[in-house]
Structure formats: C-alpha cells, structure tokens
C-alpha cells in the first residue's frame, strides 16, 4: 500500500480503541511504536497527528491492516451513526455530516452509547406494551449476538486452533470426515451417531439424548450438514471451556444472548473443522476464492464456504476481508457477517437494485456486480440462491440469497471479477437514506428531504423529494 507521507492522520477515537482492543497501556503502546509516551497521549486526544512512520510501524508491530486505521471512508459505525440520524426524531437538527464523523473519530464509545440507546428506542416502537413503570426496556437478544460477532470480526483464534488441530488429528476430509468423528464421538465419549428416519425426528435437524448418549441427525440433513453436526457436538464436549472463555470475553450479560452465542461459537468451530484454516486459507488463495471449487474441494455447502470466507483473519495469511449476508425472499435479514466492511442498513432493508435479490431467479447461477454507493466507495458483490434442508412434502424447504461484498479494492484477488466489466451499480444503504432522484425502484422517500406532491405531475420515479445541494450550490 502506498502511503502519503505528507497527510496528517488525526485519528485518535481509532488508535485508543485499538490499544484497548489489544490490551495495552499507553506507555506498553508508546514503547512499541518507539515514541514517548506523552506523544501517544496527544494523538489519541488528536492534539498530534499519527504520521505515516507510525502508521508502518503499528502495522509492524500488531499486524495490521494500515488502511483499517488510515481510512478516511465511511466505516460500518458512521453509517449506523448517519443512518439513526435520518430518523425523523432529529431531522430538525439537521447535523452536519462531518460533526458526526468528529463524533465517530474522536468520541467511538459515545458513538456506540448512541447506537445503543436508539436501538432501544426501535425496540420499545416495535413492542409499545413491552415498556412499563418499573419495567426493564425490551433486550434483543440477536442483535447482542450480532454486534458480539462483529466486534469480534468473526475471527476466534482459539477455537480455530483447536479446529485446526481436530481436523488434523482425524486425518479426513468430508465423507470420510464424518466416519471419523462419529468414531471419535462413541470411542472417546460414549455417543452413538444415529441418521434417523425424518418422522422420528419430528422435525427437527438434530438432537442430542444425553439418556441413550445418542447423537440423533434427520435424513433430511445432507453430507456437509451432518458432518457440521458432528463437529458442533465434539466442540460442546471437547472444548467447553473454549467456549466459556469466549462468552465470557464478549461481555454478554443477557442469559439468553449468552447461550445464543456458545452456540455461534460452536457453530464457528465446526465450520473450521470442516475447512481447516491453513489449507482452507491456501486453497482459496490458489483458486481466487472460487466458492464453488472451494464447495467441491472440502465437501461443503455454498452457505458453509461463504461463512468461512469471512473468518480467514490470522495474522500473517489474511483472506480477503468480505462482508456476507443471507435473506429470504422477503428481503429479512437473517446473518451478518463481517471481517471487511459494507455499508448495509442495520435498521432497514437492503437495496432493489443490488442484484442480490435476482439469485432466486437464477438459481444455481453465481451472480456478480460491481457496486457504487452514494458517497463513492467501490464494492465487488458475490451473490448466489442458496435453500435449507429439504422438507417432507408438502412443506418447502427455506429459500436464501446469500451475498459475499468486498472493498473494490480487493477485487483483483477474485477470479469473479476478471469477467465482469460493466458500469457499477449505483445502489444505496436502503430506500429511506438513499437520496438518488432518479431510482424508479424507490420503495419509500429519503426521510432527510422533504417530498414534492403536485397533483399535476405523475412522474416515472416514486416519492419526488426536494434534493439535497452541495457546496458548489448544485443538486447532489
């Protein structure tokens, strides 16, 4: 990466966060870096810039990505921070966009008590009767799990090495993976792994009878599916402790987000079981990240590979940092997860326009689109329709998009983006922040701008809106 030695970084909300991250004191950070430490002290109050030497030498010292920390675009927590402020509660404000970037940069805590308290409010609208005198406000505990995920970038190195580490004590891969663990699971503790009929099952995928010490899965489960399950049992047995750990470190308070995330975390380590990260990291590498091959190679599904892809971030063999999601046809959210940013509505929808939504359409096609947000920032999206297990007739089996995006910047890396050469698309965060004029696919008005109603005009775009102006006195 090329740095511009003659820009000053003020970036102290970023740089206090990442010594807080790491554990650090400003005086262990000050000798790192090979500075004193009042001069740290001034540049996390932004009283001194952090010049490019110290950019290099914090990627020197902690493995990083300098662009994470140079970066003058918008990241995920100004996006949440602009989007809560398009709420019509403080359209009279009318808050500049770069008094929130202050906010975001120099104050980040402040930022995220704001997030949280609309958050909050968002519930209370959602459930009027849920709040009373003397009553606690409503907790979602999924989005605790989300944000814990987040924070967390999805990367847990532990649980990975012992996945690792699993993974090549067995000594197999797919069908010869699951023999393995199912061998592991009755030698080691005693549990029979059983592939029951799917009326036995009464609808459900898995079950563990701890009586008969049985791990029971439904026929319906494919292969990559019951070796996951597998996997997942061997980590709430093996590696409990692991699991408690990391619980404990994303400081979940709620009982129910708590269990919700062990079982994120479960889930975690039996992806990396499945595809071990040095040889799942070094074939995806090899291939581009080709999520079919990659499919193939370790006898995995789509959704599988696709979540994998957003954990690949070990210091010193780093993936390319994607952000995926999965909706329904609906357009629900229903996961999220990141190691690279993207700048997807977290009160909303997504956009019309992001062809995400054409994959139900297409079905085994591997849809791919170069996107352009409002503010200018590149993106590569991956997207492909993906279903859940199959249901006894005549209930469907649940139907998904799942939709990988990485920084345009990243795209090189990608053998999807050798073929795709056609102008980006102009989407937006979604209907109610986006102020592009002319979407004829606009499902509600910006909520920043005030709407133009004239009886004598039907125009071929919904909702016409005074449009916001920039410095220069033009339209934007």
């Not at 909050?120 to 609208?125: D, G, H, V």
């Not at 390319?320 to 997807?344: E, Q, T, W």
């Amino acid at each position: 990466m090329t740095i511009d030695t003659s820009r000053k970084l003020f970036i102290g909300g970023k740089l206090r966060r990442l010594r807080l991250e790491l554990g650090l004191s400003q005086t262990k950070m000050a000798e790192d870096l090979g500075i004193s430490p009042s001069y740290a002290n001034l540049m996390e109050r932004n009283q001194r810039p952090v010049s490019a030497q110290i950019l290099i030498r914090l990627a020197e010292a902690y493995d990083l990505d300098i662009a994470a920390l140079a970066s003058s675009e918008v990241d995920r927590s100004l996006a949440e921070v602009t989007e809560l402020m398009a709420d019509p509660l403080f359209r009279d404000l009318a808050v500049p966009a770069q008094e929130l970037r202050d906010l975001v940069e120099t104050c980040p805590s402040v930022a995220d008590a704001l997030r949280r308290l609309y958050q909050t409010f968002q519930q209370t609208q959602r459930q009027p009767g849920a709040v009373a005198v003397g009553n606690a406000l409503p907790f979602d505990p999924v989005d605790a799990v989300r944000s814990a995920i987040e924070t967390a970038k999805n990367y847990f190195p532990a649980l990975d090495e012992a996945a690792e580490a699993l993974a090549e004590d067995c000594g197999e891969t797919g069908a010869g993976l699951l023999a393995a663990l199912s061998a592991r699971l009755q030698s080691r503790h005693g549990i029979r792994l059983r592939i029951l009929p799917a009326d036995v099952m009464a609808g459900t995928l898995r079950r563990f009878d701890r009586h008969r010490r049985q791990l029971q899965i439904s026929e319906l489960v494919a292969g990559p599916g019951r070796v996951f399950q597998a996997a997942f049992q061997l980590a709430t047995i093996e590696h409990a402790a692991l699991l408690d750990a990391a619980v404990e470190e994303a400081a979940l308070t709620d009982p129910t987000a708590r269990r919700m995330f062990r079982i994120v975390l479960a889930n975690a380590f039996a992806g990396a079981v499945m595809m071990p990260y040095g040889r799942f990291f070094a074939a995806a590498e090899a291939c581009r990240y080709d999520i079919e091959l990659l499919a193939r190679r370790f006898e995995a599904s789509l959704e599988q590979v696709s979540h994998r892809l957003t954990s690949l971030q070990r210091p010193g063999a780093r993936g390319v940092p994607f952000f995926m999601i999965r909706v329904d046809d609906a357009g629900n959210v229903s996961k999220r997860h990141a190691s690279g940013r993207f700048h997807l509505s977290r009160y909303g929808g997504t956009c019309p326009l992001w062809n995400l939504h054409e994959t139900f359409h297409s079905p085994g096609a591997i849809l791919t689109q170069r996107l352009e947000m409002p503010d200018g920032s590149a993106f590569f999206s991956i997207a492909a329709a993906v279903r859940g297990a199959p249901q006894p007739f005549p209930r469907r089996a649940a139907r998904f998009a799942i939709g990988l995006v990485c920084e345009m910047k990243y795209a090189q890396r990608l053998v999807y983006a050798d073929a795709t050469g056609e102008a980006p698309a102009r989407i937006g965060t979604n209907c109610r922040l986006c102020e592009r004029a002319d979407c004829p696919q606009r499902a509600e008005p910006p909520q920043a701008r005030p709407l133009i109603i004239d009886e004598t005009l039907r125009g071929a775009v919904p909702f016409p809106f005074v449009p916001s102006r920039g410095r220069d006195g033009k339209e934007g």
